[in-house]
């Protein structure tokens, strides 16, 4: 597994890159955002770790600017600041995770481990059907009446979750927890403003509408 480490504090980027080398990671270091997005678009990894405070470039800048060029590879987001606004903020962008410094590195590889579990289980060899909707997990693609879906990663995540319970209705923290590993009530609309562009991209062009609100409760996705 391939981790590119985006941090600008030389000893904190030596300690992590050592522990994850040790945890059997093969990790590379960048020591600013510039350098960070110029070395995340040139190269494959499985997972990115990004500082937000970062010089020439925070750590917002290059999530928003991978998940505009549709890179899809995970993202752990590290930051001093312990604001629920600035921690949904990083999900809203596209971030899959984030820990507030400081933390325990055993609570980073922890967190490490959770993200690349979730992006790994929609990666399993699977085609999922339902209606003209259809899924290849495998491929991480999606279409619908045979056109494609430009889906970012937690798009597709969360079609795939909605997918596989068509027909039940799953609640805004039952999504928190599985596209963001959230095991804790959430009060801010992240999860309704996902819902929203996926619904932009699956629903809006297409007469048959799929992904159904249940007032007070959550959403579901019209089973056959």
Same mark, same amino acid.
Request: charge should be positive; hydrophobic fraction near 40%.
């Given at each position: 597994?391939?981790?590119?480490?985006?941090?600008?504090?030389?000893? @904190?980027?030596?300690?992590?890159?050592?522990?994850?080398?040790?945890?059997?990671?093969?990790?590379?270091?960048?020591?600013?955002?510039?350098?960070?997005?110029?070395?995340?678009?040139?190269?494959?990894?499985?997972?990115?770790?990004?500082?937000?405070?970062?010089?020439?470039?925070?750590?917002?800048?290059?999530?928003?600017?991978?998940? +505009?060029?549709?890179?899809? @590879?995970?993202?752990?987001?590290?930051?001093? !600041?312990?604001?629920?606004?600035?921690?949904?903020?990083?999900?809203?962008?596209?971030?899959?995770?984030?820990?507030?410094?400081?933390?325990?590195?055993?609570?980073?590889?922890?967190?490490?481990?959770?993200?690349?579990?979730?992006?790994?289980?929609?990666?399993?060899?699977?085609?999922?059907?339902?209606?003209?909707?259809?899924?290849? @997990?495998?491929?991480?693609?999606?279409?619908?009446?045979?056109?494609?879906?430009?889906?970012?990663?937690?798009?597709?995540?969360?079609?795939?979750?909605?997918? !596989?319970?068509?027909?039940?209705?799953?609640?805004?923290?039952?999504?928190?927890?599985?596209?963001?590993?959230?095991?804790?009530?959430?009060?801010?609309?992240?999860?309704?403003?996902?819902? !929203?562009?996926?619904?932009?991209?699956?629903?809006?062009?297409?007469?048959?509408?799929?992904? +159904? @609100?249940?007032?007070?409760?959550?959403?579901?996705?019209?089973?056959?």
């Amino acid at each position: 597994m391939r981790i590119l480490l985006i941090e600008d504090e030389k000893k @904190t980027a030596a300690y992590l890159a050592k522990g994850l080398g040790e945890a059997g990671f093969q990790a590379t270091t960048a020591g600013d955002g510039d350098t960070g997005l110029e070395v995340a678009l040139s190269r494959s990894f499985d997972l990115l770790i990004v500082d937000v405070m970062l010089p020439k470039r925070d750590g917002w800048s290059i999530v928003s600017t991978l998940k +505009r060029k549709e890179i899809r @590879t995970p993202i752990l987001l590290l930051t001093a !600041r312990d604001s629920v606004r600035d921690r949904v903020k990083g999900l809203e962008l596209g971030a899959d995770d984030y820990l507030v410094k400081p933390f325990a590195f055993s609570e980073l590889l922890a967190r490490v481990r959770s993200v690349l579990r979730r992006s790994q289980s929609v990666q399993s060899p699977e085609q999922l059907r339902i209606h003209d909707l259809e899924i290849d @997990t495998r491929r991480h693609k999606a279409c619908r009446a045979g056109a494609p879906l430009n889906l970012t990663s937690k798009e597709f995540l969360l079609l795939a979750y909605l997918v !596989r319970n068509a027909g039940e209705v799953v609640s805004r923290n039952e999504i928190a927890n599985q596209i963001w590993d959230i095991n804790f009530p959430i009060n801010t609309n992240v999860v309704d403003v996902m819902v !929203r562009r996926l619904r932009a991209k699956v629903d809006d062009p297409f007469k048959d509408k799929l992904v +159904r @609100t249940i007032r007070g409760v959550g959403y579901v996705l019209k089973s056959d």
